[in-house]
């Protein structure tokens, strides 16, 4: 999962001014409204968001991008469309780099040995490194340490990361782990150690997606827990440390997956799609619940319950199970390439890859002509504790692709409160999932989806290039 900057989202909610004048106002009719009011009342009452991650969980488990499960993730999700009605259902393959996690192992040596819990960074090229470590409060002294300081050393990167209901200080702990490893090595450092991105204080390691930059060699580069980050800074404190770290990882050629996408489609209006989803992979330490699980399956519930109303809805909803994500936004990039020329037949889009927290705002990037509407949805969206926040928000991350062509968005903010406690852990597991909060973003996707696809006019949805947000 990574997060969208607001400056960035701000600019792909600006409408061209010569492109919107003319436009009549969209408005929602009074009976969508109705019928919107009695869907989020039955997504409220029934549990197939909540039975559907369950499946996948359980059925299949971790889903590491081009891994045998990931395979069979992709059968359980044809499958499942099929199951919950949606009548049309299909792939589209995504290629990309296969990455693989065998085994980790680090240690504290010398005067005070112990062990330490750590997992290697996604993209880590396996190795054994044995050296002092030469800590940095944040990424910003790492980049000020003078070149060549670390030559021969494994550089620590000891940044607490604050929780928030937003989670915007991910932009910090993400940055950590993706331009970490790239700083330390111009420094000469041989090995990259980071505690990990995350708020919680259990002894379980957050992985993730690292990059490291061209013309660089890259080295063994993993994540600790929080605690063991505190250890090893306790131990500085007492003297030089030398650490042993050992990972068996890498990648090995591409492997091909698939986005998995199921439709309800629209009674007058059918080559108009209103799309929403989550991404299928999931990192491999635990099952994968919060980031994505929960977004797929309160998405396929969406369209599961507009598809059980007797008058299908005027356009089609699209459900997308995104490929590969956590790599490198693989499945929503192939999304927007394959779809480039049919940006004005998407309605809206939104995706939910934040956890199961209970969503607490809304937006759209609506240009002026359809903030009417957007305010109406906000009304439908208000007795399920949702806020309208006119001046927030953006695209999700596999959505964000496409924002960048034009797509307009739609932003469903959940509560983040607890998620980087989870995130990318092994700790991700069904049980963190609150059934009753499931449910409440399972009604706030459908009346979004259901009042999205009944109203006249469109949200803004064009041909244009905007810069994409940046992970």
């Known amino acids: 999962m990574r997060l969208t900057p607001l400056l960035i989202a701000l600019s792909l909610s600006l409408p061209s001014l010569s492109a919107h004048a003319a436009q009549k106002p969209t408005r929602i009719p009074d009976a969508a409204l109705a019928t919107a009011a009695q869907l989020r009342e039955q997504a409220l009452a029934d549990d197939t968001g ?11 488990g971790p889903r590491l991008a081009g891994s045998d499960a990931d395979a069979r993730a992709v059968a359980w999700a044809t499958a499942k ?12 393959p995504v290629t990309f780099p296969k990455w693989e996690r065998r085994s980790e192992h680090a240690s504290v040596l010398g005067t005070h040995p112990q062990p330490l819990t750590v ?15 030469v800590r940095f409060a944040d990424l910003a002294a790492l ?9 021969g050393k494994i550089a620590f990167v000891d940044y607490q990361m604050k929780a928030d209901r937003s989670g915007s200080d991910y932009r910090n702990g993400g940055a950590i782990r993706s331009r970490g490893p790239s700083a330390a090595i111009r420094k000469g450092a041989i090995g990259y150690l980071m505690r990990s991105a995350g708020t919680d204080n259990h002894r379980v390691a957050h992985t993730g997606i690292t990059r490291f930059d061209d013309g660089l060699t890259p080295v063994p580069s993993a994540s ?4 063991d980050a505190d250890q090893l800074a306790r131990l500085l404190a007492r003297g030089p440390v030398k650490v042993r770290m050992a990972l068996d990882c890498g990648w090995d050629g591409e492997a091909t997956s698939y986005n998995v996408i199921g439709e309800i489609t629209g009674r007058s209006l059918p080559k108009e799609v209103v799309v929403i989803g989550g991404h299928l992979d999931s990192w491999d330490l635990g099952t994968g619940a919060i980031d994505d699980g929960a977004g797929v399956a309160l998405t396929m519930a969406a369209g599961h319950l507009i598809g059980q109303l007797k008058q299908a809805p005027k356009r089609t909803i699209r459900v997308v199970a995104f490929a ?13 390439e394959k779809h480039a020329a049919d940006v004005r037949l998407h309605q809206i889009g939104a995706e939910s890859d934040f956890g199961a927290g209970r969503i607490y705002a809304f937006n759209t990037s609506a240009p002026d002509y359809a903030r009417d509407a957007t305010r109406q949805i906000a009304e439908a969206l208000a007795p399920l504790g949702i806020e309208y926040q006119a001046d927030k928000g953006g695209p999700g991350p596999d ?57 006249e006019g469109g949200f803004g949805s064009e041909p244009r290039q905007v810069r994409p947000p940046q992970e």
């Open 143 to 151: 980049e000020a340490a003078p070149e060549g300081s670390l030559a």
């Open 224 to 227: 600790l827990t929080i605690p």
């Open 50 to 60: 909540w039975k559907v991650v369950e499946s996948l969980t359980t059925e299949i």
């Open 81 to 92: 469309f099929k199951a919950l009605g949606f009548d049309k259902v299909w792939t589209e």
């Open 399 to 455: 959505i964000s692709p496409f924002a960048a062509q034009g797509l307009a968005w739609g932003w469903l903010a959940q509560d983040g409160s607890d998620y980087f406690n989870l995130h990318h852990t092994a700790d991700d597991t069904l049980d963190k999932i609150d059934p009753k909060a499931l449910a409440q973003n399972v009604a706030a996707y459908t009346v979004f989806a259901y009042l999205a696809a009944e109203a």
């Open 324 to 336: 590969n994500e956590e790599q490198g936004l693989y499945g929503g990039r192939a999304y927007a």
């Open 119 to 133: 997992t290697a960074l996604g993209g880590s090229p396996g190795g054994t490194v044995e050296a002092e470590i």
